[in-house]
């Protein structure tokens, strides 16, 4: 995926998230904000010629196990599953875990355009 359709794609993805959240849906917002958060690990990745993964769940492990230290923690946690009464097992904010991903890893991208 080309850097700006990727960017363009988690920027709507992201504003998608939000929405869900305004409207009551944050299991929505939370599988929106995931997929954001890997869109970005993907470009990233695609940017530095690493193998493309599948799913955001297996970027997002990727990031966990060999990204910078200070994503480690939220692409964890966006990985987490929900209890079994629908509540997540940490209080973060999911929406501001994907955004500090994309914001980390993007803006070296958008530096070098």
Do not use: C
């Not at 995926?1 to 363009?8: K, S, V």
């Amino acid at each position: 995926m080309r850097r700006e359709q990727a960017r363009l794609r988690i920027v709507a993805e992201l504003g998608y998230a939000r929405a869900a959240r305004e409207h009551g849906k944050e299991g929505r917002a939370r599988v929106s904000a995931r997929r954001a958060a890997g869109w970005a690990v993907a470009a990233f990745l695609a940017d530095h010629g690493s193998p493309p993964y599948r799913s955001a769940i297996d970027l997002l492990g990727w990031l966990e196990q060999n990204g910078p230290a200070e994503l480690r923690q939220p692409a964890a946690r966006l990985r987490q599953q929900v209890t079994t009464d629908h509540r997540l097992p940490h209080a973060e904010d999911p929406l501001d875990d994907a955004e500090l991903i994309v914001r980390t890893l993007l803006e070296p991208m958008n530096s070098t355009q």
